[in-house]
T-cell receptor
Framework: GEDVEQSLFLSVREGDSSVINCTYT??????LYWYKQEPGAGLQLLTY?????DMKQDQRLTVLLNKKDKHLSLRIADTQTGDSAIYFC???????????FGKGTTLSVSS | EAGVTQFPSHSVIEKGQTVTLRCDPI?????LYWYRRVMGKEIKFLLH????????ESGMPNNRFLAERTGGTYSTLKVQPAELEDSGVYFC????????????FGEGSWLTVV
C-alpha cells in the first residue's frame, strides 16, 4: 500500500541548513508536498513539487525529488528559530483524491 | 481572501456525547477534505467531497462518523456517540480543480473526549 516515512526529529543550530528527508512508496504519485505545523496551529502548505521535476526552489526552501529512489527532501537554508515546527511530507494517492502523510519531523532550532 | 476556517477550534466533551465540527472551505473550492490526527499517529484521510457529493469516504473509521456538505459549500462532521479514541485534531482542507492540486488546510478542530 501507499506509505510515507520520515525521521522523527532533527536538531540544528540557528544559521545552519536543515535537511528533512522523506521516502514514499507509490511511484505513480503525481504531486508531493511539504507542510509545516507550528505548535498549536494548523497545517501550512510550504511547497509542493510535480513528479516530473527534480528540484524546486522557493526563497530559503529547496525541494529535491529523486523518483528512482522515491526520495524527497526539504532543505531550509539559514535556519531560524521561527522555523522550529513539525514538517510533514505527503504524497497524493493514486486516485488523486487524498494525501498520504508521514508522521512528521520535529525540527528544533537552537540559538 | 479567507482561508479554510473551522469551528470550534477546541472542544471537550464526555464519552457518549455528540459533537459537530464545521468547515468553511476557501470560496470557490469544489474539493473539500476531512483528515484527522489522533495522538502520536499520522494524519489520516477521512473523506473527500466534490461539491456536495462524497467522492471518497474510504477513510471514515466507522458509522459513528457522519459528514455532510449540503449545497456544496460548508461541511459538517458529526461524531455520535463520541468515544475516547476519537480524541485528536480534525483538519479540513480544500482545493480548486486545476490548481495544481494545491490543498489548503484549516487550523484544525482539537477534540478531547473524556
Amino acid at each position: 500500500g501507499e506509505d510515507v516515512e520520515q525521521s522523527l526529529f532533527l536538531s540544528v543550530r540557528e544559521g545552519d541548513s536543515s535537511v528533512i528527508n522523506c521516502t514514499y512508496t507509490d511511484s505513480s504519485s503525481t504531486y508531493l508536498y511539504w507542510y509545516k505545523q507550528e505548535p498549536g496551529a494548523g497545517l501550512q502548505l510550504l511547497t509542493y513539487i510535480f513528479s516530473n521535476m527534480d528540484m524546486k526552489q522557493d526563497q530559503r526552501l529547496t525541494v529535491l525529488l529523486n523518483k528512482k529512489d522515491k526520495h524527497l527532501s526539504l532543505r531550509i537554508a539559514d535556519t531560524q528559530t521561527g522555523d522550529s515546527a513539525i514538517y510533514f511530507c505527503a504524497e497524493l494517492n493514486q486516485a488523486g483524491t487524498a494525501l498520504i502523510f508521514g508522521k512528521g519531523t520535529t525540527l528544533s532550532v537552537s540559538s | 481572501e479567507a482561508g479554510v476556517t473551522q469551528f470550534p477550534s477546541h472542544s471537550v466533551i464526555e464519552k457518549g456525547q455528540t459533537v459537530t465540527l464545521r468547515c468553511d472551505p476557501i470560496s470557490g473550492h469544489d474539493n473539500l477534505y476531512w483528515y484527522r490526527r489522533v495522538m502520536g499517529k499520522e494524519i489520516k484521510f477521512l473523506l473527500h467531497f466534490v461539491k456536495e457529493s462524497k467522492q471518497d469516504e474510504s477513510g471514515m473509521p466507522n458509522n459513528r462518523f457522519l459528514a455532510e456538505r449540503t449545497g456544496g459549500t460548508y461541511s459538517t462532521l458529526k461524531v455520535q456517540p463520541a468515544e475516547l479514541e476519537d480524541s485528536g485534531v480534525y483538519f479540513c482542507a480544500s482545493s480548486h480543480p486545476g490548481s495544481g492540486n494545491t490543498i489548503y488546510f484549516g487550523e484544525g478542530s482539537w477534540l478531547t473526549v473524556v
